[in-house]
């Protein structure tokens, strides 16, 4: 079993930034993705980033964040991190950190464990 807890979440003005923290607990959890997805209401979740476990050397960006957001994972910790820089409005969402799949994936059914979300507003 893994659980996620997200935190980080804000409030913040166009161009502004914010870093998520994804807390994973059990002990599966090294050996799957963890993901960011992100979602608006009467939208699909809508993958953002994810970063695979030990020695996988997978570190994926969506490429509507590359070049402002950045991802990485603590192993020995087990906490992932999206750090969100010149936030647009566009980038407001609930963001859902996700595992419990070896490989990345665009399709939230592949993934079995989810967090609860944390809240990103962005202000023009």
């Known amino acids: 079993q893994v659980q996620l807890v997200e935190s980080g979440g804000g409030s913040v003005h166009a161009g502004g930034s914010l870093t998520l923290s994804c807390a994973a607990s059990g002990r599966a959890v090294s050996h799957y993705v963890i993901s960011w997805f992100r979602q608006v209401p009467g939208q699909e979740r809508k993958l953002v980033a994810a970063?695979?476990?030990?020695?996988?050397?997978?570190?994926y960006l969506s490429d509507f964040v590359k070049g402002r957001f950045n991802a990485s994972r603590d192993n020995a910790r087990n906490m992932m991190f999206l750090q969100m820089n010149n936030l647009k409005p566009e980038d407001t969402a609930v963001y859902y950190c996700?595992?419990?799949?070896?490989?990345?994936?665009?399709?939230?059914?592949?993934?079995?464990?989810w967090g609860q979300g944390t809240q990103v507003t962005v202000s023009s």
């Open positions: 996700a595992s419990g799949t070896p490989t990345p994936s665009s399709n939230p059914r592949h993934y079995v464990y």
């Open positions: 970063v695979g476990g030990i020695r996988s050397g997978i570190n």
